[in-house]
C-alpha cells in the first residue's frame, strides 16, 4: 500500500508541473523586480542613432515572466541633445524575450521608445512609437489614456493577475504581453 501511495503522490506532482508552467505563461503576466537584480540589469545609458543617453533609473523597471525572460523598459534624459532627439524619444526597452508592446511583435533586442502625447487640454489617446537603435520605426499605436489613474508616475507598472502587464506613462497606458 506505501508503494501505491508513493506511486499516486509522484503522478500528481508530475501532473501539476506539467500544468503550473503553462497556466503562468497563458496569463503573459511579468513581476516586477527589485533589489540587486535591478541594479544590475538597468543600464547607466542607453545607445539611440549614435547618442549615448542617461537613463532616468527612478523611472525605470525590470520585468520578468514566468519563463525568466526580462524585459527592462525605462526613460531616458534627452537634456541638451538635439531637439529631433527630444521629440522623438522618451524611453526605451529592452527585451530578452519575445513580447508584444501595445500590440506590436518584437524580438530579443533593444528598441527606444516615442510617446506622442496630445495637447495638454485634452482627453485623448496617445501614439506610442518603437524604434531601432538606428532610430527606423518598426511600429506604432495608441496609448491608451486612463483617467482614473489618481497619482500618475513619469513611468510605472501595473500587474493584474490574469490580465497584462501594464507600463504606465503618467495616464497613458500600454499593454505588454
Sequence with gaps: MNKKLMAISF?????????????ARAQGRF????????????????????NRIPVERRNSALLKNATG???VVGLIDTTGYSS????????FLITETSISFGGTTLGVGSYGLGLDRPA??????ATFKIYNQAGQKLGEGPAKRDDSIKQPKP?????EVGKPTKILFGKYVIEIQ
Excluded: H, W
Design 69 to 71: 525572460g526580462r524585459v
Design 120 to 125: 495638454a487640454n485634452s482627453t485623448g489617446d
Design 155 to 159: 513611468l510605472g507598472v501595473a500587474t
Design 31 to 50: 513581476q516586477s523586480v527589485s533589489g540587486t537584480e535591478f541594479v544590475n540589469a538597468v543600464p547607466g545609458d542607453f545607445y539611440l542613432e549614435g
Design 84 to 91: 529631433q532627439i527630444k521629440a522623438k524619444y522618451v524611453g
Design 11 to 23: 503522478s500528481i506532482m508530475v501532473c501539476l508541473l506539467a500544468i503550473l508552467p503553462g497556466t
